[in-house]
């Protein structure tokens, strides 16, 4: 935090915002991540996003109420995240829509966001909620600068989590059907490639990722039903700075977001941080539209 | 059927005149919401239904209407010269972001302009010497117009539900013009239009520009009728309110947003019955809706009158009672 900072060397402060930066931009990778996986299978832009990343922390929480210890808690929300927003996210809201073009499901998607949120509140509690860290916090010091194992530990698991993932993509059969999938879905099919299971898995992935997200985040911000309008956002502009049809795209994006939010608020202004990234955003959109990394999308007649 | 269409909007025109006679203060109000945010998403409806570009910057355009109007009175500008000011301060604006911002379309500009009604919100939230931040202005008065005081919420109604004849007319006679036919061509198919020999991007901006500059109105309307405004009114909540008014409604649809509009309004308050649940069981609600009808409530109409047709084939075509250019695709 700035306030800390003026007492130690600038060096020092600057690692300690850099490792703090990495850590949140490490989380919005991972739910950008997901973002874009939607959208390259099913063309869904997903308003919804950061309410998928609130939810979870409640399934956990709803658990631990029932008297399951941390671990199982995590898992059983892992597992009813990828039930719910992977697989009847899918099949109650998207499937049904698909067919009518973006729009119809994009107005969807952001009555699903208001309809999450107000069953978080009506049903467990408006009031924020103390959620469990994965690890105690310790304060680290190396070379003057203070990091703590919260935030080692979050970088950690994500890291784990975007590595894993792009095992997934990039070397095995499945992953490379699945990115056949986006990148053509009637070449796919013509190669034999099932691309509706494809598509679904997809889905089951970004459930997966957000309850993720949602475990890495909710001990920092604590557990609130109004989490995902910041969280949702993050991830979107994560997306489209990095590249919307990319996910190395969407992870670089995720980090440069999360670097560029811990040093704005300390050397700028910190009224004017949420600032920054809309900035790069529409820079982004006017010079390269699509992203960093993105691909050109070829122009359909 | 033609004719239908018009004894359809004579009737529901004498209902509005005539309701605010029958409703409580909190339902004029409602109805004068209605009224209001119907001129915001018939400007939103050119930008989206006719040119075809989603925009999520209406809800912006709606604050800078509002603020501009307030800060105009307040520093003693009359009135309709404040209103004017807000239309023709949001047309400059929506045309030096659409110019840039055209240039890259479809989704790109769903994120840009989502990016500038952010920025919109940071600027209107901490820039205190001029807004006065979180805490908002009130005690916003309204305008006495040639003699006649619109302080009653009655006659305020009666001022918004006019303001909204007056401008839908103005669109209805635009897009009748060269220049309409020109934004329905660029819906129907945008490759098509320019090779026809359209400055396709200069129509676009231009109904980028008109369609901002309503959404600036509606804004100067919005402020004397709540009497308070504040920056959270208008961030990205209000800009998907009038994204999914007009999609609702029926986009590209004439009457789509009124259509739109009424739903947002008043759906919300007919489910209070449900306490605390309202909001859960509105945002069902549009889902299901979405799911069942996704060309809105008039694309539904449209499909159902033409269903009626096919089996009596000696009617005339459906379009013209909903004042259709030509087919949706």
Redesign the interface.
Known sequence: MPGGSQARAPMASFIQLLVSGLATGAIYALIAVGFTLLWQTSQT?N?AQGEFVMLPAFFILASMNWGAPFWLAALIGIALSILVLGLLFKLI?VD??LR?????????T???S??LK??AK?FYSSQAQPFPALVPSVDLHFFGAVVSTQSLAVLAVAVVTVVALNLLLNKTRLGRSMQATAQNPTLARILGIPVRRMVLYTFLINGALVAIASILISPIYLAKFTNGETLG?AA??AA?IGG?NQVRGAILGGFILGILDNLSAAYVSS??R??FP??I??AV??WR?QGLLGRVEERT? | MKRLGSVAVVAAAIFAVAIPFFLKPYGVYLISTWAVLTIAAIGLNLTLGYAGQVSLAQGAFVGIGAYTVTLLMQAGCPYPLAFVAAGLLCFGIGWILGYPALRVQHHYLAFVTLAFTTLVFLVLRNEEWLTHGTYGISGIGRPTLLGWSTVSARSFYFFCFGMLCVLAAATWWMLRSPWGRAFVALRENPLRALSLGLDTQRYTLMAFAIGSSLGGLAGALYAPLVQFIEPGSFALGLSFNLLLMVIVGGSGYFFGPFVGALIAVLLPEWVRITEGYYLMVYAALIMLMMAFCPYGVLGMVERAIKAATRRNPSSPAPAAVLGVEGTRS
Not at chain 1, 100 to 108: A, E, F, N, Q, R
Request: proline content about 8%; cysteine-free.
């Open positions: 832009i308003f809201i049904p829509m009518h073009g973006v729009l119809p499901l994009v107005i969807s952001i009555a699903l208001l309809f107000e069953a009506n956002m979107f502009l489209i919307f009224t004017y949420g600032a809309l900035l955003l529409i959109i006017l539209p007649v």
